[in-house]
C-alpha cells in the first residue's frame, strides 16, 4: 500500500488530499475501501475511493491509514505536521536519512543536527519520536534508531521527532520504509 504524499505539512484549516494505491503481484488493486481509525483531536479526516483528505489545527499527527479489497488489506502510516498561522519553524533540522530504509528484524541509526542562523541557540536534540516503529532515542539525544522487529510488515511509515534547543521545541515528520530482509 502506497500513500502518495507520505507526509504533509499544512497551514492550519489547510485541506490536503493523499491518494491511496495498493498492488497485488505487480498489478494495481482496484475499487480499494479506505479507512483510518484512532483519528487524533483537532485532525478532520474524510476518506473515499482511493484517497484520504485531511484538514487539522496546528500540532504534529501520526495517522493510521488502512486500505482494503477482496482478498486483503493494508496500513500505511501518513505524517501530517500542521504549523500555527504566521509561525516558522525556530531552527531547521537536518536528518542524515531521509527517508529512513531498514529491513525488518534490523536496526539503523539516525542522527540530527540542528540549524538557526543564530549563534546563540543551543544545541538540537531529539527529546522523543513517535511512531507505530519501535525507536530509541540515544544517549544525549544526538539521534535515535529505528528498530523494525523481525516481523514488521514491509511498507511505508512515519516517524514525528520532536527536538529542543534550549526551551524551544519543534516536531518534524521523516518518512521511514521497511522492507523485506534480504536472503
Known amino acids: 500500500m502506497t500513500l502518495n ?31 483510518v481509525t484512532n483519528v487524533p483531536d483537532g485532525l478532520g479526516v474524510t476518506t473515499g475511493s482511493g484517497s484520504v483528505t485531511v484538514t487539522a489545527q496546528a500540532g504534529s499527527y501520526n495517522v493510521p491509514v488502512t486500505a482494503s479489497a477482496t482478498g486483503g488489506s493494508g496500513t500505511a502510516d501518513l505524517g501530517l505536521s500542521v504549523s500555527a498561522l504566521g509561525s516558522a519553524a ?41 511512531s507505530s516503529l519501535p525507536t530509541t532515542v540515544s544517549g544525549g539525544g544526538l539521534g535515535f534508531s529505528v528498530q523494525p522487529p523481525a516481523g514488521q510488515t514491509p511498507g511505508a511509515y512515519t516517524l514525528i521527532v520532536t527536538t529542543s534547543s534550549g526551551a524551544i521545541t519543534q516536531n518534524d515528520v521523516l518518512s521511514a520504509a521497511v522492507t523485506v530482509p534480504s536472503p
Open 5 to 35: 504524499p507520505g507526509s504533509l505539512t499544512l497551514a492550519p484549516g489547510q485541506s490536503a488530499r493523499v491518494s491511496v494505491t495498493a498492488d497485488a503481484g505487480g498489478a494495481s488493486v482496484p475499487n480499494l475501501k479506505v479507512s
Open 90 to 130: 525556530p531552527y531547521a533540522v537536518t536528518f542524515n536519512l531521509n527517508p529512513v530504509v531498514v529491513a525488518a528484524g534490523s536496526a539503523v541509526n539516525v542522527s540530527v543536527t540542528g540549524n538557526s542562523g543564530n549563534a546563540a541557540l543551543s544545541p538540537v536534540r531529539v527529546v522523543s519520536v513517535t
